[in-house]
């Protein structure tokens, strides 16, 4: 386990993501119902908001699901847990697999947003449902501009973030329904404040 996995994105995480994030964990993750999958679980932080009858499997590439957090929190959670490496653009379970599928501030980051999409797609049961709550390219063009300025120096600090991504033609592409999918303001600085969340829904083949 490498130094930065192990002592700072952990801590960098729970700092930025954390506290402030519960209300909007809890809204989201009211709507989780069956098999949930969850990829990239970093430290766990939505473990406690899923409701007593869901069974989540989480899938997280980085060393810190090991982090002694990210197993106190699977211990305290309401729902089964279980936690296993795993990356989104590749995911190891059969189509048609889950209920749900949930991404909370990991489309920042995966290489391909479009491969970890139509990875969720395809997991998905007919009728299936994207719970998503993520950071995208700022609404406003001068703070976007300021983004795309700062996007390498940002990515390294933050463990490959990207802040500039925008998801809506992605989500219809993969074949979700963007709709259910709103802009929110989250409590984060300027540069990060824009975000979508919401539930998108799996358009028939
Ligand atoms: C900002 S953290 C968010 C963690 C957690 N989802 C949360 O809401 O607190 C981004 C997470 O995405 C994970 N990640 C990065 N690339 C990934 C990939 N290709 N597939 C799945 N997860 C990935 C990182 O390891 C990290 O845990």
């Given at each position: 386990?490498?130094?930065?996995?192990r002592?700072?994105f952990?801590?960098?995480?729970d700092?930025?993501l954390?506290?402030?994030?519960?209300?909007l964990?809890s809204?989201?993750l009211?709507?989780?119902e069956?098999?949930?999958?969850e990829?990239?679980?970093?430290t766990?932080?939505n473990?406690?908001h899923?409701?007593a009858?869901v069974?989540?499997?989480?899938v997280?590439?980085s060393?810190?699901?090991e982090?002694p957090?990210?197993r106190?929190r699977?211990k305290?959670?309401?729902?089964?847990?279980s936690v296993?490496?795993?990356?989104?653009?590749?995911?190891?379970?059969?189509?048609?697999?889950?209920?749900?599928?949930?991404?909370?501030?990991v489309l920042c980051?995966?290489r391909?947003?479009e491969?970890?999409?139509?990875e969720?797609?395809?997991?998905?049961?007919?009728?299936?449902r994207?719970l998503?709550?993520?950071?995208?390219?700022?609404?406003?063009?001068?703070?976007?501009r300021?983004?795309?300025r700062?996007?390498?120096?940002w990515?390294?600090?933050?463990?490959?973030?990207?802040?500039?991504?925008?998801?809506?033609?992605?989500?219809?592409?993969?074949?979700?329904?963007?709709?259910?999918v709103?802009?929110v303001?989250?409590p984060?600085p300027?540069?990060?404040?824009?975000?979508?969340?919401?539930?998108?829904l799996t358009?028939?083949?």
């Amino acid at each position: 386990m490498g130094l930065l996995d192990r002592h700072v994105f952990p801590r960098l995480n729970d700092l930025l993501l954390g506290r402030a994030f519960e209300g909007l964990r809890s809204e989201l993750l009211a709507g989780a119902e069956g098999r949930v999958l969850e990829i990239g679980s970093g430290t766990g932080l939505n473990f406690a908001h899923y409701g007593a009858s869901v069974e989540v499997t989480a899938v997280e590439p980085s060393d810190f699901r090991e982090a002694p957090r990210a197993r106190a929190r699977k211990k305290e959670a309401k729902a089964r847990v279980s936690v296993a490496h795993g990356k989104a653009e590749a995911l190891p379970f059969d189509a048609g697999s889950f209920d749900c599928v949930v991404s909370t501030f990991v489309l920042c980051s995966v290489r391909s947003v479009e491969a970890s999409l139509a990875e969720a797609r395809r997991v998905l049961k007919p009728g299936g449902r994207l719970l998503l709550l993520e950071h995208v390219r700022s609404r406003d063009p001068g703070v976007a501009r300021w983004q795309e300025r700062l996007r390498p120096v940002w990515m390294t600090v933050f463990g490959g973030c990207d802040p500039t991504r925008q998801l809506g033609p992605a989500l219809d592409a993969a074949g979700f329904d963007p709709d259910g999918v709103e802009a929110v303001d989250l409590p984060l600085p300027r540069l990060a404040r824009d975000g979508v969340m919401g539930v998108a829904l799996t358009k028939p083949r």
